[in-house]
């Protein structure tokens, strides 16, 4: 229990802590809410099936340049050691400047009842940033922009997190990048953002599933609150196997006045396609809508209680 208590008081340390303003931001993924690994590592604490996820963001279609995003997550989980282990990497490209961060991520689980588990979680890895001047065009031959040193660069990363579930809710609290706790605003660093979300979930029908989620992120002196409300349909089959999922409808509002809409489907029991659409609604702000695809594949262990009663609110970790 002792080690416990520090872990919790590390990362309470962790989570208080302020940060100067920074230029960079963490990505915008409008699929996180079926995986909350980017920025929380606890999450990946599923017991009963190796965990694959991927998903690919277009943003402001039509802009030469314009952010895109691909994020590769895989996880799975040792019982005889309440562990999971997990690897993630995402690749953020900006116009002419490009960051890969991969990260190595741990989660320790308290619990292995099924009702409910605390899992405390820490992710290690590099910020590498570069830029291609080469794809720079100046409007004269004598820009600045042309002489500074853009040698690529490499950073530690580490974020870190806790997450509370049970059979109707899941609570969770996390940061990421802490090594830009106390630095000042550099291009080859991302900042310290915080992250604290609740998700209520009902899964006690056989006929549709549904969740609704609320998440605050904070960097600096910067709140953005996002509201999310997914519905699961399923096929009741009449076994003692349960219902079968079939594809969710989902919309997400953000306070920075964009609406998103979700869609996934599951092309077979345990692999799931979604798509997402973003648009926003700032006077002035690029009116060009963002794509996003995900791809979610489980491998069910053969001991998962999932696997012999296919309880569906397992699946949604």
């Given at each position: 229990?002792?080690?416990?208590?520090?872990?919790?008081?590390?990362?309470?340390?962790?989570?208080?802590?302020?940060?100067?303003?920074?230029?960079?931001?963490?990505?915008?993924?409008a699929t996180h809410w079926y995986n909350r690994g980017n920025y929380n590592p606890a999450s990946i604490a599923r017991t009963d099936y190796i965990y694959l996820f991927s998903n690919v963001r277009s943003q402001w279609t039509g802009i030469t340049g314009a952010?895109?995003?691909?994020?590769?997550?895989?996880?799975?989980?040792?019982?005889?050691?309440?562990?999971?282990?997990?690897?993630?990497?995402?690749?953020?490209?900006?116009?002419?400047?490009n960051a890969l961060n991969p990260m190595l991520n741990y989660a320790y689980r308290l619990s292995n009842d099924q009702s409910w588990s605390l899992s405390f979680g820490v992710g290690l890895g590099a910020y590498i940033r570069t830029i291609d001047i080469s794809s720079?065009?100046?409007?004269?031959?004598?820009?600045?922009?042309?002489?500074?040193?853009?040698?690529?660069?490499?950073?530690?990363?580490?974020?870190?997190?806790?997450?509370?579930?049970?059979?109707?809710?899941?609570?969770?609290?996390?940061?990421?990048?802490?090594?830009?706790?106390?630095?000042?605003?550099?291009?080859?660093?991302?900042?310290?953002h915080?992250?604290?979300?609740?998700?209520?979930?009902?899964?006690?029908?056989?006929?549709?599933?549904?969740?609704?989620?609320?998440?605050?992120?904070?960097?600096?002196?910067?709140?953005?609150?996002?509201g999310n409300g997914i519905v699961r349909f399923k096929h009741p089959t009449g076994l003692s196997t349960g219902s079968r999922e079939i594809f969710d409808l989902g919309l997400t509002y953000r306070s920075t006045?964009?609406?998103?809409?979700?869609l996934g489907v599951n092309l077979t029991e345990n692999f799931r396609v979604g798509y997402a659409y973003d648009q926003s609604f700032i006077t002035g702000y690029n009116q060009n809508g963002s794509h996003?695809?995900?791809?979610?594949y489980r491998i069910p262990y053969l001991n998962a209680v999932c696997k012999t009663c296919r309880d569906q609110q397992l699946w949604y970790r």
């Open positions: 229990m002792k080690r416990q208590l520090y872990i919790g008081l590390l990362l309470i340390g962790f989570l208080a802590s302020g940060n100067h303003i920074f230029s960079q931001t963490d990505i915008s993924m952010p895109g995003v691909a994020n590769v997550q895989v996880s799975g989980y040792f019982n005889s050691i309440n562990s999971a282990f997990g690897l993630s990497a995402v690749n953020d490209r900006i116009g002419i400047t720079y065009a100046p409007v004269t031959d004598l820009d600045p922009a042309l002489l500074r040193d853009v040698a690529p660069q490499t950073k530690p990363d580490a974020n870190i997190g806790v997450e509370f579930q049970n059979a109707s809710f899941i609570f969770g609290l996390s940061s990421t990048h802490l090594f830009s706790v106390f630095k000042d605003s550099t291009l080859f660093l991302n900042g310290n915080r992250y604290g979300y609740a998700i209520y979930k009902n899964t006690k029908s056989e006929v549709l599933n549904y969740y609704l989620g609320v998440q605050v992120v904070n960097r600096s002196n910067i709140f953005v609150v996002e006045k964009q609406l998103t809409a979700l996003e695809i995900m791809l979610e």
